[in-house]
T-cell receptor, first 114, second 114 residues
Framework: DAGVTQSPTHLIKTRGQQVTLRCSPK?????VSWYQQALGQGPQFIFQ???????QRGNFPDRFSGHQFPNYSSELNVNALLLGDSALYLC?????????????FGSGTRLTVV | KNQVEQSPQSLIILEGKNCTLQ??????????LRWYKQDTGRGPVSLTI?????NTKSNGRYTATLDADTKQSSLHITASQLSDSASYIC?????????????FGKGTHLIIQP
């Protein structure tokens, strides 16, 4: 049973470019959340998708957008990349959006902006 | 503002020894507390999750405790192994339970030496 799958694992982009990160949730999970983790810091919540809609959003600018597909997979898009966007981007899936259900994390995508 | 503080920031112990990691939180209202293990460059992996009514939970050599009155938690690792080298992150969820209600600590970086 596959867990959460993220692609690509590593990515290098130039400042000003756009990037798309992908996430496939764990089998049986229908909710996907995205986090940004800077080096040495805890993950920061970006947004959560459920039933193909953005349900919750953290304190991130509109340059960060997302999408969820009917098969529950999700994409994170970042436009006009800044050097400060360099981080590990984590996707977490869960059965329902909240409560005491566990969040299963993927291995992340390491984004480097140069 | 909800906060999770972890100590120590880093810890080095010899293989086979025990250790205890601390987590203090000011998240309110409280729903649950989770401990995750995160290997370098990988996503966090859940170790334990405890609700308000639980004061201890074990997962193999990992034992987590929770004192909801003092808002403190600890993670005790018994008979450490080299594979225990990782960052251990304490995550507290508010009563909404949603992904935006998760407050992450910065983690304790644990190094096990042979």
């Amino acid at each position: 049973d596959a867990g959460v799958t993220q692609s690509p694992t590593h990515l290098i982009k130039t400042r000003g470019q756009q990037v798309t990160l992908r996430c496939s949730p764990k089998s049986g999970h229908d909710t996907v959340s995205w986090y940004q983790q800077a080096l040495g810091q805890g993950p920061q919540f970006i947004f959560q998708y459920y039933e193909e809609e953005e349900r919750q959003r953290g304190n991130f600018p509109d340059r960060f957008s997302g999408h969820q597909f009917p098969n529950y997979s999700s994409e994170l898009n970042v436009n006009a990349l800044l050097l400060g966007d360099s981080a590990l981007y984590l996707c977490a899936s869960s059965e329902v959006a909240g409560a005491n259900y566990g969040y299963t994390f993927g291995s992340g995508t390491r984004l480097t902006v140069v | 503002k909800n906060q999770v503080e972890q100590s120590p920031q880093s810890l080095i112990i010899l293989e086979g020894k025990n250790c205890t990691l601390q987590c203090n939180y000011t998240v309110s209202p409280f729903s649950n507390l989770r401990w995750y293990k995160q290997d370098t460059g990988r996503g966090p992996v859940s170790l334990t999750i405890m609700t308000f009514s639980e004061n201890t939970k074990s997962n193999g050599r990992y034992t987590a405790t929770l004192d909801a009155d003092t808002k403190q938690s600890s993670l005790h690792i018994t008979a450490s192994q080299l594979s225990d080298s990782a960052s251990y992150i304490c995550v507290v969820s508010d009563s909404g339970g949603g992904a935006d209600g998760l407050t992450f600590g910065k983690g304790t970086h644990l190094i096990i030496q042979p």
